[in-house]
Every structure is written in C-alpha cells, then in structure tokens.
C-alpha cells in the first residue's frame, strides 16, 4: 500500500476510570507530572502532555481523544491544543469493553490516514520516536509497526517476541512467566489494520459468548496478535536506549515525580 501521501492523525483512548488511582482530583490525562523544560517562570506539565509534542513532532496535524462521559476537565484544560500545526478534537463516550473498542470510535475519521497510538498514562523516552516508527513504516511497508522498550514487569505489559530483523513474531499479554524481556509502548499503523481492527471489533461484537464461555479482557495487543496470525505485516523498533513509565499506579506517578521524567 502506497502511504506516502496519507495524512497522519494521532489517537489517545482517555475512556479509563484511572481506579488505580482513586482518588484524585482531576482525570489522570490531565495529572501534573513536572514541568516544562526551559520556561521562566515555570510551567506545569501534565501527563498527557509528552504524547502531545511527540505527535506534533512526528507531524500528526489531527489528534483525536477518545474520553469518557464526566471526563470534561480534559477539554477544559487542553482546549483544541498548543501544539503549532495540530488541532485536538474529541470523541465522548460512554464506558467500552476494552481498548480496542475506543479506538475504533474513531474509525471514520483514522480510515484513510496514518494513525499513531498513544496512551495518555505511558511517559517515553526519546521524544521522536514517533518518528522512527514513521521512518521503519515508509521503508518496510509494514502494517503496524510498535515501538520497544525493555521492561522488568512483564506481568503487566504485552511482551513482544522480536527477531533480529525486526519482525514481530508474538505478542503475550501480561505473562506469569517469561524470558521475553521487551513490550510496546506506542504503535503506528496503516488504514490497512485501521479497517481489520473495525472488523475486528464488528465480529466481536456480533458474536454471542456461550454461558460456559471464561474470557478474559481483551487488548489492543489481542488485535494484534490476530493480525501477526493473518499474516498483516507487523515489526517493531527498539529503543535499548529509551525508557517508559506507566503513571497509573500511585509508586510509578511517585517515580515520575521524583525524577521529573
């Protein structure tokens, strides 16, 4: 599929209730986490804040975010954005069975563009990586491509099994055990896995579940590893050097916090 000419739009599911977090005074989107770097007199940074200038880097010019019903401080606080060259909208919903279902909301308008994934919770490191996800994309013409980070706690992240080629051959969500030592963080993908996630999430939709039937919750990782099984070409940039934290646990904030991240 030729993408050289597709816009970009940056997607940010904000339909949690951030119980992990409970109580706080403001949605966890819009949380400070620091400041601004190189302001005078300073100037407060909120969580969702990084994915914004990462998506204003890469060159998104649209940013959706999908945000539950009662969330309104966020667009009261972020308005239709700061970026230069980027307009936030927003889509409001009420609460979805998973991730994947928020962002399929956003389905009509991320069709026919570029979409670049972030969650407004997850802090990363470099900034540009958006970037060299775009880059890997235009030279590979893969369908999705995730960026990598190492983790210590893969009993809460999607783990990725990664060849050297980078390919992505498995993902495993949340594993007791593992020797995989990699997760992803952030994802940009073609209207090629745009249109599979909205059959993906139609079907599911559509199917009825035995009464005997045990799932568990699914994930955008779930999705994904559907389409690495459909043969939709998926692969990975690592960034050994990169780091990312998950605000949305009262120690990892505290973290955050403490290092001003």
Request: with cysteine.
């Amino acid at each position: 599929m030729n993408t050289d000419k597709l816009q970009l739009a940056g997607i940010i599911p904000a339909a949690g209730d951030a119980s992990r977090l409970s109580p706080i005074p403001c949605s966890k989107e819009i949380f400070p986490v620091g400041f601004q770097e190189n302001t005078d007199p300073p100037v407060i940074k909120v969580a969702v804040s990084h994915l914004l200038e990462s998506f204003a880097e890469a060159g998104a010019d649209q940013i959706y975010i999908i945000m539950r019903k009662g969330k309104w401080d966020i667009p009261q606080y972020l308005g239709v954005g700061t970026q230069p060259g980027c307009t936030l909208a927003y889509i409001v919903t009420e609460p979805t069975p998973g991730t994947h279902y928020t962002i399929d909301l956003a389905y009509s308008f991320l069709k026919d563009r570029i979409v670049l994934l972030g969650f407004p919770d997850i802090l990363f490191k470099p900034k540009n990586a958006f970037t060299a996800l775009l880059n890997r994309q235009e030279k590979t013409g893969a369908e999705v491509v995730l960026g990598v980070f190492k983790t210590a706690n893969p009993q809460k992240a999607d783990m990725v099994d990664i060849d050297e080629n980078g390919r992505i051959k498995k993902i495993v969500i949340k594993p007791e055990k593992t020797d995989l030592t990699y997760t992803w963080a952030i994802a940009v993908w073609t209207p090629i896995f745009t249109e599979y996630l909205h059959k993906f999430v139609v079907k599911a939709g559509n199917d009825t579940p035995s009464k005997n039937e045990k799932e568990r919750e699914l994930f955008i990782g779930d999705v994904i590893q559907c389409a690495i099984d459909d043969e939709l070409a998926v692969e990975g940039v690592i960034f050994e050097d990169g780091k990312f934290v998950d605000i949305g646990t009262i120690p990892d904030l505290k973290r955050v916090w403490d290092n001003n991240f």
